[in-house]
């Protein structure tokens, strides 16, 4: 049975972003990603993907960690080893005082008292009494030594929870890394994607000014409505300037998650758009069942109740009332522990589950309201050809549709990461924090 697990393991895993200076790599993803993608700004989510789990610097720190253990593993198996080899050598003395001594009295035929008037007898007996002390001693360091060989063993039990707990940690970490620099790749595409519109609107806008002008100077409209579209203008401006801002912070964080300088130039391939909308599997006790039994925490939880009660049971009487009470008191608290993250699995499962369908059918309906604004753009196109529409009403048009756009990429990526999570969580990667 493994003993205590390791503690603030999990604490290395936390995600820092405020990185000031470019990590060394830490994971061998792919021998020839780096050089692939050195001189590169162009990159697509794949390999930016790649990258954030090479230059991840909690990886390096869980590495280390695990480099750390082996060697206090190899330290206390050195340390058991020489004990035991101890032990053995005691348990190898032995003596035959005793058996001289008893053929000694066979030959005064058993009386004590004409054994005691030959001096061999109380030489013997000298040499009886001085082993018997010193094969006290001798108990008493073996006690010590198979104490000491308990908790060697206890020791090492701890360190290969630990280093389970650090292999499973490293891994999941991959999976959390390429979640979030998808998600952040992503999030760029959809910016620019965003700045792109906004410029149309400003464009859009500049001639509503321009028009508004006018038929005030003809006398149309009063200076109200003129003072309405610039004010629109300079809102859509100031929006433009505040979406470039945050661009160039989302990209300055991508660079740095993938071990570049923050102001490296940077472009984003969009990904394609799932084309499938298939619904979420169904909420059953089977599901439940294996995401409960693939989850790394209850896993923990459960090892450690076990633990506590291996302790109890091996107690052997050594341990007082209260400290048997306070083994039954962190039982009971595990077991409480144990029946929250079985709930907690299971709703989040639940609002998982209906998060990909929810955000499933907003994909859907987006899809549908792009391939019809496509077509509404087309008919514009030919009403301009005619003469039917004016230019303003061609662009306005056109903008509605670019907006039907970045509406169903948005709703598209978001299902996408839905069904990344599911994956994730599915493995028993905790995604809580993602």
């Known amino acids: ?154 020791s090492l039990d701890s360190i290969e929870n630990g280093k389970d707990d650090l292999n499973k940690y490293t891994k999941d970490l991959e999976t959390q890394m390429r979640y979030t620099a998808a998600n952040l790749s992503l999030g760029i595409v959809q910016m620019d994607k965003g700045i792109e519109l906004l410029e149309d609107q400003i464009a859009l806008t500049e001639q509503s000014v321009k028009i508004a002008e006018l038929q005030q100077k003809l006398g149309m409209n009063i200076s109200t409505d003129v003072e309405k579209q610039q004010a629109a203008l300079k809102e859509a401006k100031k929006g433009l300037e505040d979406q470039k801002e945050s661009l160039s912070n989302l990209k300055r964080t991508l660079n740095l998650l993938i071990g570049r300088n923050a102001g490296n130039p940077l472009e984003v391939v969009p ?25 790394y925490t209850l896993k923990t939880l459960e ?17 007082g009332s209260d400290e048997l009470k306070k083994i039954d008191y962190d039982i009971e608290a595990k077991d409480q522990s144990i029946k929250d993250q079985k709930q907690a699995i299971s709703d989040d499962l639940k609002a998982l589950l209906a998060k990909i369908n929810s955000d499933g059918e907003a994909y859907q309906v987006s899809r549908q309201k792009y391939v019809t604004e496509k077509k509404n753009f087309e008919y514009a ?13 061609l662009q306005q048009a056109e903008l509605q549709l670019k907006q039907a756009e970045m509406t169903n990429m948005s709703n598209g990526y978001t299902y996408y990461l839905d069904w990344q999570k599911y994956y994730a969580a599915e493995k028993g990667v905790d995604m809580s924090k993602f």
Do not use: C, H
């Not at 003993?3 to 061998?28: E, H, N, Q």
């Not at 619904?279 to 409960?292: D, G, N």
């Not at 196109?381 to 009403?393: D, F, P, R, T, V």
């Open 381 to 393: 196109q030919k009403k301009y050809e005619l003469g039917m529409i004016s230019s303003i009403q």
């Open 303 to 319: 090892r450690d109740k076990a633990d506590l009660k291996e302790d109890g049971k091996n107690s052997n009487g050594e341990l």
């Open 1 to 154: 049975m493994k003993k205590k697990t390791l503690k603030m393991i999990a604490s290395t895993v936390m995600l820092a972003f405020g990185m000031t200076v470019v990590p060394l790599p830490a994971l061998a993803v792919s021998s020839n990603i780096v050089a692939e993608t050195k001189d590169k700004n162009t990159l697509t989510i794949s390999q930016i993907q790649d990258l954030a789990v090479i230059y991840n610097d909690n990886a390096k720190n869980l590495q280390l960690q695990k480099k750390q253990l082996e060697l206090q593993e190899q330290t206390l198996r050195n340390n058991r080893r020489d004990i035991e080899n101890s032990i053995n050598s005691m348990e190898g003395t032995s003596s035959d005082t005793a058996k001289k001594l008893q053929e000694l009295l066979m030959r005064y035929g058993g009386d004590e008292e004409a054994a005691k008037k030959d001096g061999e007898y109380w030489f013997l007996m000298n040499q009886y009494v001085s082993e018997q002390s010193m094969a006290a001693s001798m108990q008493s360091s073996l006690d010590s030594a198979i104490s000491g060989i308990e908790q060697l063993n206890d």
């Open 271 to 295: 990904m394609n758009l799932p084309v499938a909308i298939d619904p979420a599997p169904a909420y059953t006790e089977k599901l439940i069942k294996q995401f409960t039994d693939n989850n």
